[in-house]
């Protein structure tokens, strides 16, 4: 797929723009991790505009993670950007940059990565690698540490990764080197499980929260198409049914659903309004 023009992207992200700002205004005199609950949601975490006059606020520091280029984006794309809008930083950490090596001349790595820093700027995030391989993930002990040491350097206050009952064994390979590395630091970052290509990939799929996104879906979609080599006409349909069945479900028009792990510290999703 490869008709989406520079110039609808580059309108759609003005209009996108304008909105981030008159959001951020509205949200300017929330509190960090304030006192807002919504029905046994986790609480508001939103960061104001930095003051001249106050210490800067505390920024959450989240980092998403998949096996591949456009996962974060389809799974969690809205709730980035809400994220995003709310100050905070955001670290999109794929375990390949999507390349062959089998087939050297024809590796479309190059082609992956730019289409994931495309994706990272629409989302106002930061692509990371974790070094691995497209379809031969390794899981082992000399990568347990090294992913560890990869993610702890990152200090994140909240992790996304696949849900471990999925059909592609990247995703099962970045699942379970986080959730190592959580338990190798402390259990101490909040840990959510996404869904991605429902049925292809993710199955069992049961969400405890919901996040709405609603207003930044837009920027999801275009997220997503910025992986133009990766069928975004067929894998954004499925994504786009998905949000709006867990929007039926938690009351608005799209969400994101997750899995938080029964162990992990409650906090920082953006509130379901
Ligand atoms: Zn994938």
Redesign the pocket.
């Given at each position: 797929m490869s008709g989406h023009s520079a110039h609808i992207l580059a309108e759609d992200l003005h209009d996108e723009h304008m909105k981030r700002i008159s959001r951020r205004n509205m949200l300017s005199q929330a509190s960090w991790l304030g006192t807002t609950v919504a029905v046994g949601l986790p609480l508001v975490a939103s960061a104001a505009e930095p003051s001249p006059n106050k210490t800067t606020k505390p920024r959450l520091k989240i980092v998403v993670t998949?096996?591949?280029p456009?996962?974060p984006e389809y799974g969690c794309g809205g709730t980035i950007a809400r994220y995003a809008d709310l100050g905070h930083e955001v670290v999109l950490l794929y375990l390949n940059k999507g390349e062959w090596t089998d087939k050297p001349s024809r590796d479309p790595g190059p082609i992956r990565v730019a289409e994931a820093t495309k994706a990272c700027e629409i989302l106002n995030a930061r692509p990371a690698f974790a070094g691995q391989i497209d379809g031969k993930a390794v899981v082992d002990q000399a990568h347990y540490e090294q992913f560890h040491r990869l993610l702890e350097a990152e200090k994140p206050g909240v992790v996304f990764t696949?849900w471990p009952i999925d059909n592609?064994a990247?995703?099962r390979a970045m699942s379970l080197l986080v959730y190592e590395a959580w338990l190798r630091m402390g259990r101490k970052f909040a840990l959510y499980y996404y869904e991605?290509?429902n049925g292809e990939?993710t199955v069992q799929f049961t969400p405890t929260h919901y996040v709405d996104i609603s207003d930044t879906g837009p920027r999801k979609r275009l997220a997503c198409y910025a992986h133009a080599s990766q069928a975004p006409d067929k894998f954004y349909a499925l994504q786009e049914m998905v949000a709006r069945m867990r929007g039926i479900e938690s009351g608005c028009k799209q969400a994101e659903g997750y899995i938080r792990h029964v162990q992990s510290p409650d906090f920082a999703l953006p509130m379901v309004s």
């Open positions: 998949g096996g591949h456009g996962d696949h592609h990247d995703h991605v290509s990939d």
